[in-house]
């Protein structure tokens, strides 16, 4: 009974800067790095950042390197995403999950999908 809850996410115009926040909770005893994803209608949800809990580590899709950066507080078994020069391109439902990676492909570990939080950016 994984519980994932996503926050921080609202309309801001092009340029802007949000951090998204989510809290896990329940069964974590595996989970060795968090991540964001995001989804827009009609589109097939894709990766955005990790991070691994332990060493910090980071990964980034190209697509926001440079712009976002992924930070995680272990104590409150929560991960940020920290949203800067925003894009209309960035909307979308933001979600997160524990993440694993093998090769060029990333994972979600938990079946369930927390609520998301929406991200709109307007030009």
């Known amino acids: 009974q994984v519980q994932l809850v996503e926050s921080g996410g609202g309309l801001v115009q092009a340029g802007g800067s949000l951090r998204l926040s989510c809290a896990a909770s329940?069964?974590?005893?595996?989970?060795?790095?968090m991540g964001w994803f995001r989804q827009a209608p009609g589109k097939e949800r894709e990766f955005v950042a990790a991070?691994?809990?332990?060493?910090?580590?980071?990964y980034y899709a190209d697509s926001v390197k440079g712009r976002f950066t992924i930070s995680r507080d272990n104590a409150k078994n929560t991960v940020y995403l920290q949203m800067n020069s925003l894009k209309p391109e960035d909307t979308a439902v933001y979600y997160c999950?524990?993440?694993?990676?093998?090769?060029?492909?990333?994972?979600?570990?938990?079946?369930?999908w927390g609520q998301g939080t929406q991200v709109t950016v307007s030009s």
């Open positions: 999950n524990a993440v694993s990676v093998h090769g060029s492909s990333w994972y979600a570990l938990y079946d369930y």
């Open positions: 329940g069964r974590t005893f595996s989970r060795y790095a």
């Open positions: 991070i691994w809990w332990s060493s910090g580590n980071t």
